[in-house]
């Protein structure tokens, strides 16, 4: 059975592609949009005092990605960079693109000149059997829908 264009994408996993240098597939991402501050001007006009609100500067949100631990390093050789004071060297442009249960791209958001500002490993117990996750921060200069 198809699904209309006004039906809600199902997102299965999430892929993570920047310059084909850090790939992997992730299950929870966070922080796709933008936001513009507010800025309050206050004004009288024709005697009345009111406050016009119009659009200061725009901003983005750090972009989260959340994964079980992989033998995949290309993550922490990313992250290495930043803490050996090469930002111009980790700045990257890449893409998440939302993939359906067939791993279909379904929707996608380019990001520009990111950089990973965390990376965490996992929580160790010796008495879970729960995955490892491990969580990326990524800040960016901008990020756009495309699909």
Known sequence: MGTRGT????GF????DVQGEVKGLFTEV????S??????????????DFVQKIPGRLKWGDITLKRG???????WSWRAKVEKGDISGARKNGS???????LTPVAQWDFTNAWPSKLSG?????D??????EELTLVHEGIVRIK
């Not at 966070?30 to 949009?33: A, C, K, M, W």
């Not at 879970?128 to 996750?133: D, E, L, P």
Request: hydrophobic share 45%.
């Open 7 to 10: 039906d809600p994408l199902v």
């Open 13 to 16: 996993h999430f892929m993570l």
């Open 30 to 33: 966070g922080g796709l949009g």
């Open 35 to 48: 936001e513009t501050e507010v800025v309050e001007h206050k004004v009288s006009r024709d005697g009345i």
């Open 69 to 75: 631990i992989t033998a995949e390093m290309d993550m």
């Open 96 to 102: 998440i693109i939302m993939l359906d249960q067939a």
């Open 122 to 126: 996992p929580q160790l117990q010796s």
């Open 128 to 133: 879970s059997n729960a995955f490892g996750v």
